[in-house]
Nanobody, 128 residues
Framework: QVPLVESGGGSVQAGGSLRLSCAAS??????????MAWFRQFPGKEREWVAS????????AYADSVKGRFAISQDNPKNTWYLQMNSLKPEDTAMYYC???????????????????WGQGTQVTVSS
């Protein structure tokens, strides 16, 4: 059973929007210590952290490169979290992965590694 499944990737022109979804099967989004994130990987590069959200969704963090354009959110009944991506740029083109673990608030806000659950990725391509 795949723990996390991403969807919503695709091709879009610069300035457009996409919403990525991450549906969890065995991971519990409603957990009081749920720490969920999005990462992305450019061809030939290391995977990089994009955004995180903690537990009830009142604590989020973003990479400087996406701050003000991307928004992470969660839907507890659907056991899913999202990455709303607006004002997309060609440099946002990458494979996007969702990740999750259980942790404390402080750890979650600064964590860039150590996530236990991963999805298989969804491609986002932004053309100029």
């Amino acid at each position: 059973q795949v723990p996390l499944v991403e969807s919503g990737g695709g091709s879009v022109q610069a300035g457009g929007s996409l919403r990525l979804s991450c549906a969890a099967s065995i991971y519990r989004v409603r957990s009081a210590s749920a720490c969920m994130a999005w990462f992305r990987q450019f061809p030939g590069k290391e995977r990089e952290w994009v955004a995180s959200i903690y537990a009830a969704g009142d604590d989020t963090a973003y990479a400087d490169s996406v701050k003000g354009r991307f928004a992470i959110s969660q839907d507890n009944p659907k056991n899913t979290w999202y990455l709303q991506m607006n004002s997309l740029k060609p440099e946002d083109t990458a494979m996007y992965y969702c990740a999750a673990t259980y942790a404390g608030r402080t750890w979650c806000s600064s964590a860039r590694t150590g996530f236990d659950y991963w999805g298989q990725g969804t491609q986002v391509t932004v053309s100029s």
